[in-house]
């Protein structure tokens, strides 16, 4: 059985394997938390990045406050690995999750969840009345801050909800969530800032509201890598959920710039020779996803074209040194959310050897 331990060499790894460059991670850490905690805001990390609650745990060492998760399915694992501080940012729907949501209070109560419609909370709050949970369930109105994803508008429609809310026994309003996700990877730094900055304007005016309206508005959060440092200046912002800055990726590196490095890379080997400058590696769609453009080679005079599920190809101009069966190489992600889900550990290293090794404890949790 393959069984790869610490204090291996990164050279003794089969590939494609998974692995982390903890001198550029732990500077990634730092950076954030250096940068955006003296000015005041709780820093909950998205954990739909790492999936893992020993980076959780690393992530709160170093400053964070709890952690986000997507799904209900994450909170489960993550939480029974013994990080349950958290906020699950999709909206439960469904009575299948709503009892899944239910038998998860009843073992953590630091969950917290999102609501953006009146059915979604009735519902939970009748299978939480039905449980016998004395305790009401920590809910942040979600609000729509100009993604249209999920969220409840601005002004009226989110009154009504934070008053239905309001009156159920077995909730508790104590925030509201604005994520500005179609902001985060504008390439235009300034027009990133100011789109942000309206987004935040409508944000905060709404916690306002529903503090007027009578609402203990506690907790509010927003924020991703790509706009984190500007939530961070907008006061009434209390609390930022970046996720992809602990190991970036070619897309967020393209538009918000090199302060964060590529701490995460794919291990690859050179499996055939297909011509003068071309050969096949072991990385394909199954190992680097496509959706945000193609991976890139650590060394930039290599271009990776995928060859299908399992493989892909590197071609370079005359004059590079060539590359033969045999040799390994590392790919950068185009995208790191999706691509850590597809893969079962990270090989964390320093100076070449394995010093710690870290399992996608959430991969494949969607529901
Ligand atoms: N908050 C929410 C609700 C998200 O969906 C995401 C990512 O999609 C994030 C925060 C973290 O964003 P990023 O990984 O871009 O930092
Ligand atoms: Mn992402």
Known sequence: MYNPRVGDKVSDLDTPSMIVDLDLMESNIKKLMDKLLPTGVDIRPHLKTTKSAILAQKLAAAGAKGGCVAKLSEAEVIAEKGFDDLLITCEIIGPVKVKRLVALYQKHRKIRIVIDNAAGATAINDALAASGIEEPISVLVDLDVGLHRTGV??????????????????LKIIGVQGYEGHLQHLHDRADREQQCLASMKTLTETADALRRDGHDIQVVTTGGTGTAEFCATVPGVTELQPGSFIFMDTDYRNAVGRFYGNSLTILSTVVSKQGARAVTIDSGLKSLTTDSGLAECKDPRYTYGVLGDEQGSLVWEEGTPDLDVGDVVEMIPSHIDPTINLHDYYYAYRNGVIEEIWPVDSRGKVQ
């Open 153 to 170: 508008a601005a002004g009226e429609p989110a009154l009504a909800l934070a008053r239905h809310i309001g009156s159920m026994k077995h």
